[in-house]
């Protein structure tokens, strides 16, 4: 089946510093992937939708000046959290899908990111 | 503005019965719906699906339920085991939008 592949699973930052999370899909390619983020024990709120080519589609109260997303290819999309802090701290998911119908979205495992 | 809601935070149920997962949603748009399992630090498994031209979808011991004039749907595994303890999502989308509208999750705990 589809895979999606993420990482860094778990990054350790300084406040401050930048940290780019990478997402690709390994044998499929992926027209849309959405960047998500969990809090402890809530949802998983959409942040961004990115299509390959083009700008990212932010949702409301997503600062994409502070978390840039760049989706380069058909196979690789990349978030970066800029002068990362401690409230930046949270769990980062990325899906794909290749089918744009709501259908067929494979998720990646996950980046914990901690910054101290 | 919380467009999918699970209700109950947690359950718990016995090995060997039956799990039911609820999940409610306000936006008549919705037409397709899709319940995910997660583990701690891993991302969502797909589990099964729906679309708002059915009522009932089967997969296995996986059964999902929609009552649309309701905007109610529920999950239903039977017999439950102890690897499907987890938290469990739905979310939802319609035709044209690409994005998945999630809800707050329900943690199951299978009691051997």
């Known amino acids: 089946g589809a895979v999606v592949s993420q990482h860094p699973s778990r990054v350790i930052c300084k406040s401050g510093t930048s940290v780019k999370i990478e997402c690709r899909s390994l044998d499929f390619q992926a027209t849309t992937m959405f960047w998500y983020r969990q809090f402890p024990k809530q949802s998983l709120m959409l942040m961004a939708t990115?299509?390959?080519?083009?700008?990212?589609?932010?949702e409301q109260g997503v600062e994409k000046d502070k978390f840039l997303i760049n989706h380069a290819s058909l196979t690789l999309s990349t978030l970066t959290v800029t002068s990362a802090h401690p409230e930046d701290s949270s769990f980062y998911i990325c899906?794909?899908?290749?089918?744009?119908?709501?259908?067929?979205?494979?998720f990646g495992s996950g980046t914990r990111l901690t910054v101290v | 503005d919380q467009q999918v809601k699970q209700n109950s935070p947690s359950l718990s149920v016995q090995e060997g019965r039956i799990s039911i997962l609820n999940c409610d949603y306000t936006n008549s748009m919705f037409d397709y719906f899709l319940w995910y399992k997660k583990y701690p630090a891993e991302g969502p498994t797909f589990l099964i699906s729906i679309s708002s031209i059915k009522d009932k979808n089967e997969d296995g011991r996986f059964t999902v339920f929609l009552n649309k004039s309701a905007k109610h749907l529920s999950l239903h595994i039977v017999p439950s085991q102890p690897g499907d303890s987890a938290v469990y999502f739905c979310a939802a989308s319609y035709f044209g939008n690409e994005k998945l509208t999630f809800g707050t999750g329900t943690r199951l705990t299978i009691i051997p």
């Open positions: 899906s794909a899908t290749t089918t744009g119908t709501g259908v067929g979205y494979t």
């Open positions: 990115s299509n390959e080519g083009s700008k990212a589609t932010y």
